[in-house]
């Protein structure tokens, strides 16, 4: 057998990885956390569903399930298992058929396949450095194999066997107590069986004692409902009896209380005629009261006319009186109207005349305020005199320049004399001459000049008082003619202002008159208005008034004399006693229709009354004749009621006897079946006790280790023989090897493993070198496997070389080079490169990003 193919789903480390297996050393390689042992692990799951911590640990972080898929070659099949985390798919195939489809029968199919999970998993898989432990624990792991140790609990005192001995013993005790129980429930069936039949016969007997009674009711009962129908009648026609007599009774008294009908329909009758007089007057008093209306009305006018005919009286008097103010103001009017304009016009030329006045007032103050200054011909002559002045200077001033021109011409022509002939003189012309001359002519000339500034002083001065002379000359010419501007207006208004004095003086004597009419008129202003609100007042108006207040005398004379007519008939009778007598009549109407309706009633009583009576009697009659008799009826009633009782007793009586009955058959029934049971269980004993006594000398057997000593010897014998045949194909200097029990018994003794040399000498194991401890420790390892389950197909190491020096690690890898012959496939799990010495194909696993991945290949 041999491991195929494994495929990895979220299992571990890793997301999706597919491992083929070929040749017969592989190598799984990678670093640290790479996720080799995880392949492995997945291995060990698909086999046996064997995990490293709890199996929802492998499922990897983050994902919801992981899945497995082992392929084995066994021969010609392939086998190929299928188990995911959380269990959904356990399958296994065999050439693809589907053998297996649950957790049990896979795990059934896989130890069938001659892979028993306790030897693989201690032999075949050797875990990360546990090659060697094998020395320490081949008790423990041969116990656990051969489920030694199942066998040695079995026979502890509180082992499985004993448990089921003292079960066996507790069944048999229980079972000899049913052996008495049983006798006392047969002795319980019999006397109920006696019972039983007793009850049966006093039932019966009771029965027919009901039946009995049940026949006598059933004849009272009739006599009773045929009483009780005549009881139905008679009550019947006595209510209907007593309904008669009670409308008679009531009937008889209602005719007493209407016997006085009659004459109170007389009396009533009667005060109806003298209310009917007294109601009949109603016109009357209509009339009175209209009359009295018109009476208060006629008063009215005539107090409201004499009013009205005195003030016209008055009125006219006043009117006479005013007529003379009138005459005066209707003449004071027409004066007014007429000088009406002149007083207009005398108003206009005042005001005019006051306006002129002012204006030359206003005009005499300006010519007043003008400034005084010289008299202009007066100005001008001065001008004259300093103008000849000017002229005077300019002539001096003309004649000194032109002497200054000749005294420098004759200078020059001094100066510039060549002969000797004086120009000047004529005379001979010397130097002293000359000089003579020369200075003659400069002293003057000095001289001229001052002159000549003392005169042009002058005239600056004549000049200047020229310009003010002009000024003012000009600002009295200005002067003079505003003046007589002035004087021109001021001469005008005053004429104006004469001719409009002399108009209003013209006016003056009118418009006083004038005045005089306007203030009369004021004065009578009040009067002649009042004058004016009487001018429609006259004599006329005063007859009318005085022919009404005649006529309306003679009306109201007339309505008095109607009214004391009227007063006499209704003879002090108001229209308060009319209404009173109304309404008492209206009320007695009522009461008398009342009245006479009860009149009616009266005769309509009687008819009754007599039809009651004769009812009556009838019914009375009726009532003889069926001579009913309640004594008898209530003694029937009594009777028949007692023996209901006495039968209801007896009914109840029965059903108790028959419930003790029915009670007493159940309590049969479950007797019986007790009986059944314990009778079973009486026999049961007998087959207990022989199994309790098998089971005891089996126990027996078994802790005296009989057959724990045999399986130990006959196993050791095999393991011996297959380990020393596995030695031989490892090419060791040792012979043999050779395993002691120290308690062949029970296994719970030290195993001593001894080599063997070739002339017999025996060497212990810690004497042996590494390689060949690791040598016998694979084949002790091998050699149970194959003890137990015949051919071996793969091992599996993990890390072998872990914790090793070169010298052993070399040993090691040429073991496990050797072990090829005795197992085909071998699987080594490292980190170690050194292990691809002895690869054929070569795993290489790496973590990346998280997740493992694997790259195969042939070892080159
Ligand atoms: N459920 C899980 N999901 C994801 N990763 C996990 C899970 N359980 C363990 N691991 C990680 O998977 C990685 C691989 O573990 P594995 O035992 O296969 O490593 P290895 O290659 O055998 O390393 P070593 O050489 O140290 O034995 C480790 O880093 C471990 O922490
Ligand atoms: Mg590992």
């Known amino acids: 057998m041999r491991v195929d193919k494994v495929k990895l789903i979220n299992f571990l480390s890793h997301d999706e990885t597919t491992v083929t297996f070929k040749g017969d050393i592989n190598v799984i390689i990678g670093h640290n956390g790479a996720g080799k042992s995880s392949i492995i692990d997945a291995i060990n799951f698909a086999l046996f569903k064997a995990t490293r911590g709890k199996i929802d640990d492998m499922v990897k972080r983050g994902k919801a399930s992981a899945l497995v898929e082992l392929e084995l070659k066994m021969g010609n099949s392939l086998v190929k298992i299928q188990r995911s985390i959380p269990s959904r798919k356990e399958l296994l195939f065999i050439n693809d ?50 489920m030694i140790d199942n066998l040695e609990k079995l026979t502890e005192s509180n082992g499985r066997i004993r448990s089921i001995i003292m079960e066996y013993d507790a069944k048999i005790k229980a079972s000899q107590d049913s052996e008495k129980r049983l006798k006392e429930l047969r002795e319980e069936r019999d006397s109920k069986d006696k019972e039983i039949l007793n009850l049966e016969q006093l039932i019966r007997k009771l029965d027919d004692e009901l039946s009995a009674l049940k026949q006598e009711e059933s004849r009272l009962a009739t006599e009773v409902n045929q009483l009780q129908e005549k009881a139905k009648i008679f009550h019947g026609l006595k209510t209907g009896l007593d309904r008669v007599e009670r409308e008679l009774s009531k009937l008889d008294q209602e005719r007493k209380d209407l016997a006085n009908i009659p004459q109170e329909i007389e009396r009533l009758e009667k005060r109806q005629r003298k209310l009917k007089e007294i109601v009949e007057k109603k016109p009357d008093i209509i009339d009175l009261e209209n009359a009295e209306k018109s009476l208060k009305d006629l008063n009215n006018r005539l107090k409201k006319l004499v009013q009205e005919r005195d003030k016209i009286h008055a009125d006219l008097k006043k009117k006479k009186e005013l007529e003379r103010f009138h005459i005066e103001y209707e003449k004071y009017k027409k004066n007014y109207d007429e000088l009406k304009h002149i007083h207009e016009d005398f108003i206009s030329t005042s005001r005019s005349l006051s306006d002129k006045r002012k204006s030359l007032n206003e005009i005499e103050t300006k010519l007043r305020a003008l400034p005084v200054t010289r008299k202009i011909d007066e100005i ?21 320049n032109s002497e200054l021109d000749q005294i420098g011409k004759s200078m020059n022509a001094l100066i510039s004399a060549k002969e000797d002939k004086c120009p000047v003189c004529g005379g001979p012309l010397d130097e002293l001459h000359k000089k003579q001359l020369l200075e003659q002519y400069n002293s003057r000339e000095k001289e001229l000049k001052e002159r000549l500034k003392g005169l042009k002083e002058i005239q600056d001065s004549l000049q200047e008082r020229m310009r003010r ?30 001719e409009l004095q002399e108009k209003v003086n013209r006016l003056q004597s009118l418009e006083e008159k004038y005045r005089e009419a306007s203030d009369k008129l004021k004065e009578l202003d009040s009067s002649e208005r009042e004058y004016l609100s009487l001018l429609g007042v006259n004599e006329e108006e005063l007859d009318r008034r005085e022919e009404e207040i005649a006529t309306i005398n003679h009306e109201i004379e007339e309505v008095s004399a109607k009214i004391q007519q009227l007063s006499s008939r209704l003879g002090g009778l108001t229209r308060e006693d009319i209404g009173k007598a109304e309404k008492e009549l209206r009320d007695l109407e009522w009461a008398l229709s009342e009245l006479i309706r009860k009149k009616g009633r009266v005769e309509q009583i009687s008819e009754r009354i007599e039809s009651l009576l004769k009812q009556r009697d009838e019914l009375r009659k009726e009532i003889e ?33 028959r419930g003790k009955l029915h009670e007493i058959i159940e309590r049969r029934k479950q007797l019986e079946s007790e009986i059944t049971e314990l009778t079973e269980k009486v026999k049961q004993v007998q087959d207990l006790s022989r199994a309790k006594e098998r089971l005891e000398k089996l126990r027996r057997i078994l802790s005296e280790g009989g057959l724990q000593s045999y399986l130990i010897s006959t196993l050791k014998g095999r393991i011996e023989n297959n380990l020393n045949d596995i030695m031989s194909m490892f090419n060791m200097s040792f012979a043999r090897v050779i395993l002691t029990f120290q308690e062949s018994r029970s296994l719970s003794g030290k195993i001593d493993i001894q080599a063997l040399d070739q002339n017999g000498q025996s060497l212990p194991i810690g004497m042996l070198s590494g390689g060949e401890k690791i040598a016998i420790a694979l084949g002790l390892r091998l050699a149970i496997a194959r003890s137990l389950m015949g051919s071996l197909g ?23 080079q050797e072990s090829m012959r005795v197992v085909p496939q071998i699987i080594v799990v490292t980190h170690d490169e050194e292990v691809l010495r002895i690869a054929e194909y070569v795993i290489r696993v790496e973590k990346v990003g998280g997740k493992s991945e694997v790259i195969e290949g042939v070892n080159q």
């Open 97 to 146: 058929k589907l053998i297996a489809r649950s957790a049990k029968e896979v795990n059934k199919k896989v130890e069938e396949l001659g892979l028993d999970s306790r030897v693989v998993l201690t032999t075949m898989i050797v875990r990360q450095g546990e090659i060697e432990n094998i020395f320490e624990n081949l008790s423990d792991i041969l116990k656990k194999v051969m």
């Open 380 to 400: 001008q002559k001065e001008i004259e005199e300093i103008s000849q002045k000017i002229n005077d200077l300019n002539t001096n001033m003309g004649a000194i």
């Open 469 to 498: 002379l002009n000024l003012e000359l000009k600002n009295a010419q200005n002067n003079q003619s505003k003046a007589e501007n002035y004087k021109e207006q001021i001469s005008n208004l005053s004429r104006e202002i004469s």
């Open 625 to 657: 004749d069926l001579s009913f008799d309640q004594l008898e009826l209530d003694r029937k009633r009594k009777d028949r009621d007692a023996l209901r009782v006495q039968i209801e007793t007896l009914q109840r009586d029965i059903g108790e006897k």
């Open 794 to 816: 793969f091992m599996i190491l993990d890390e072998p070389t872990i914790h090793l020096d070169s010298q052993r690690r070399a040993e090691l890898l040429s073991v496990i």
